[in-house]
């Protein structure tokens, strides 16, 4: 399951992302979240959005290299701790976490929060057999 | 005891007609001995028609074909090779234009004949038996360390085989042994003066006189430079592993240009799109002949780089003619910490590694030493969204090229269409060192 992962390689200079934005904003895409990771020469901007496919397709027109994947996205109660908990449950459980960002919550007391480690399905297999609702796309 | 100027005086300070005459003695014999050991350039003389007959003198040398990088990647690895391999005893090696490294094979004659030559480099240097020589130039298939050792042997010099890099241990060998005569790279001797100055020594505590510095280009700017920190004369040196290894040619106390050691090697300036020969003190490529090698005697080599030859008598005493400092290429072979590289050896790399061949070289200097950035474009199937895979790219391609090179760039993946194409040829260096004055 999981939800679509919108990637895109861009150079670390000014107006990049300003960049990627505006060809997603032609295209019509609504963004739902979005996290850079950067270094000295290159970003790559991780986005979620409502038509993934379309967005990809925009960009590739562009020029741009973006790739999609899927990862996985939850829901944990909205409570100091909440989240602590369930990376206990992962790490307990050897799971390495490669980044997590948090999405925009539609449902009040809850926070949603997308993350890739280095295995999917184990990954949702234990959030899922410990309560943890995982989210699909129509939750975005 | 009154030090002596010259390692052989008799041949350094021979009359320049005696010079020429042996020369065309030796070009002779070696045309000989090159025609009936060498098929391949044996066929390249039956194509232009010239037989070991045609050739009586140096007169005669413009009749002989050239011999190219590229002749050299053709017979790799052994097929200019003019005597049995069982009567070889070393090889040296440098890169090659397409990653093919160029095997330079030696008889001990070849080995005699070169350290000679820097020994009398050193001589010119002002060392003697009583000097401590410290060679920091690499030791291995790179000419530099095993020949300035090689010259410093023959003189009698106390050898410091240093090899580069390790600057602590170099400062204290420098120091605790007081050596008297440096040999590297311009480049680590600049980066030694900063060290040693940092450490507290001065020019005057220092115990250096003098040093030889070749392999790569530098300015006078350097020169004075390193001159100053060290509280030495800076003299350069020039050789080229194809001919034989540091000790072509050499500076002597005059500091204004570099003798050819002529009695071995002859020196041509020809006109790098015609091939014609050039009048003496004109600007062209410059093409040595080796007159009396016998392992790996290249004729009409050319060198590609690009130079001035003098006969203006030197006030050293030296009858021998004089080079420039090279002022350029005449390919787009680039130096980079002493290293010969082609951009053509990083594109091998980057086809083999699946990344398309746009890419560019960013050559600067920093605390006197190059700096050496390639960026390459990532294609998209490569892509992955995490940082660390894309680090890990980078870093795997960063070590294939130090395999291929010698030297390790730092890899700077972009995403694709970012690296400017230019119509025509495509700009594939940038070179923001000032090397030539």
Redesign the interface.
Known sequence: MGIR?L?V???NKKGSLHEITDVLAKAGVDLRSMCV???S??G?V?IIANDPQKAKAALDAS?????I?EITAFAVPDVPGGLAKVLSLLEGRGVNI??MYALITSEAGKAYTVM?TDDTEFTEEILRSNGIEILDESHI | MVKRKYYQEEIETMPVEQIKKLQSEKLVKQVKHVYKNVPYYRDLMDKKGVTPDDIHGIEDLYKLPFIEKSDLRETYPTGMLAVPLEDCVRIQSTSGTTGRRVIAYYTQHDIDLWDECCARALVAAGADKEDVVQVSYGYGLFTGGPGLNGGSHKVGCLTLPMSSGNTERQIQFMTDLKATVLCCTPSYAAYLGESLKEQGYTAETIPLKAGIFGAEPWTQEMRENIQNTLGIKAYDIYGLTEISGPGVSFECSEQGGMHINEDHFLAEIINPDTGEPLPEGEKGELVFTCLDKEAFPLLRYRTRDICVLSRKPCSCGRTHIRMAKPMGRSDDMMIIRGVNVFPSQIEAVLLKEGFSENYLIKLGRENNNDTFDVYVE?P?EQ??????N??AK?KSLAAALRTMLGIGPAV???????IQRSEGKAKRVIDERKLHD
Do not use: C
């Not at chain 1, 020029?63 to 790739?67: C, K, V």
């Open positions: 992962q990637s390689f861009v150079e990771a950067d270094t020469d290159f790559i991780r020029g741009h290299t973006a790739n994947r490669e980044y890739r | 990532l998209p892509f992955d969204d995490s940082v660390k894309v680090t980078e700077h993946l972009v995403p694709p269409k970012t």
